[in-house]
C-alpha cells in the first residue's frame, strides 16, 4: 500500500470520512447480523408485521427472548412498532438492512 492510512481517517466505498458514531452504528448493525435469533426475526419481518405472540410462536422461541432482541434492533432502528390495544406488532424499518441480509442469505444458500 503507497498511502498512509493514519488511524481513525477510515474512508466509506463513496471516499467519505467516517465518523465514531457511523462506526459505531455499522458495527452495532452487523453485531445485530450477527446473531441467529435476530437473523431469524429479522427474516420473518421482511415480509409482513407480526406481534410478538406471533413471532414467539412461528419461531418456537419464548415471549422473552423475542421481546429481549426486538429491543435491541428496535434500539438500531431496524425494526418498529406500533401498538394495537395491548399488542405490539412489529415490521421492518430500514430496507437497507433487510436488503443487505437478503443479500447475505442469498450469499450463503448460493451453490
Do not use: W
Request: hydrophobic share 35%.
Amino acid at each position: 500500500m503507497d498511502e498512509q492510512v493514519k488511524q481513525g481517517e477510515i474512508e466509506s466505498g463513496n471516499g467519505q470520512h467516517l465518523d465514531e458514531e457511523t462506526l459505531f452504528v455499522v458495527s452495532q448493525t452487523f453485531k445485530a447480523l450477527s446473531d441467529p435469533t435476530r437473523i431469524r426475526i429479522l427474516n420473518l419481518l421482511c415480509s409482513d408485521e407480526h406481534s410478538v405472540n406471533d413471532i414467539a410462536e412461528i419461531l418456537d422461541l419464548s415471549q422473552s427472548t423475542v421481546s429481549h432482541q426486538l429491543r435491541f434492533l428496535k434500539n438500531l432502528r431496524l425494526v418498529k412498532f406500533r401498538r394495537e390495544g395491548t399488542s405490539l406488532y412489529y415490521s421492518k424499518d430500514d430496507d437497507h438492512i433487510m436488503n443487505l441480509l437478503k443479500q447475505a442469505i442469498e450469499h450463503a444458500t448460493h451453490n
